[in-house]
């Protein structure tokens, strides 16, 4: 399996811009998380879905970010419109349940760093 | 609320050298506890994972125990490699709760040849 793909792998945009994320999560996993990584706040789950249905969204910052998953292979993260404190490593992942629960070993996908001038 | 505390770095060993990383968590509930680990520039990934009090996690030489009575879940390794330098996650979730998932800051590792 080519495990989770995510693109860009880096995006530079100017405040103001639209950017969306994407995700692919590996085939079969019917839970898909995305997080946000930054120097001052660690690690943050920001939203995650559930069989292309968001479960809990409350890591999300405000309403300029927004989350998709339209289908059970593709997800999206937008930012309308970005500002320079958006900047960070943004990462999503995929599981299917075990015996932790729904969030049972997550795979992540390498990251998109986004850079917000 | 849920959260995990490690122990901050950076941690600079010799190979062959022994190595503990703190974690402790504050939790209602049962939660599972994990390690991931980071390698520079790819996502975390599952490193080991323990579901109930006293289960051990082990992968790669990496152990960490799950003890309730300290509410700990510490990594350990008797002897690094140049190749384990990587940032280290503590991690904790709540299972069919509200699957609330907290990672710790992170603790990385360097290994000296």
């Known amino acids: 399996d080519a495990g989770v793909i995510q693109s860009p792998r880096h995006e530079v945009t100017e405040m103001g811009q639209e950017v969306t994320l994407r995700c692919k999560p590996i085939?079969?996993?019917?839970?898909l998380f995305w997080y946000r990584q930054t120097m001052m706040r660690g690690l943050e789950l920001l939203i995650y879905?559930?069989?292309?249905?968001?479960?809990?969204d409350s890591g999300m910052p405000e309403d300029r970010f927004s989350a998709k998953m339209p289908n059970a292979s593709f997800s999206t993260l937008k930012i309308q419109p970005s500002e320079p404190r958006d900047s960070a490593v943004y990462f999503c992942?995929?599981?299917?349940?075990?015996?932790?629960?729904?969030?049972?070993?997550?795979?992540f996908g390498p990251g998109t760093r986004l850079t917000v001038l | 609320g849920n959260s995990v505390t490690q122990m901050e770095g950076p941690v600079t060993l010799s190979e062959e050298a022994f190595l503990t990383i703190n974690c402790t968590y504050t939790?209602?509930?049962?939660?599972?506890l994990f390690w991931y680990v980071q390698y520079p520039g790819e996502g975390l990934q599952l490193l080991l994972k323990?579901?109930?009090?006293?289960d051990k996690g082990s992968n790669k030489g990496f152990e960490a125990t799950y003890r309730k009575e300290t509410t700990s879940f510490h990594l350990e390794k008797g002897s690094v490699q140049v190749s384990d330098s990587a940032v280290y996650f503590c991690?904790?979730?709540?299972?069919?709760?509200?699957?609330?998932?907290?990672f710790g800051a992170g603790t990385r590792l360097t290994v000296k040849p």
């Open positions: 323990a579901t109930k009090a006293d």
């Open positions: 939790a209602t509930g049962y939660p599972s």
């Open positions: 879905f559930n069989n292309n249905v968001p479960i809990d």
């Open positions: 085939s079969g996993h019917d839970y």
């Open positions: 991690a904790l979730s709540i299972p069919y709760n509200n699957n609330d998932m907290r």
């Open positions: 992942a995929s599981s299917h349940p075990g015996l932790a629960g729904p969030t049972d070993t997550q795979y």
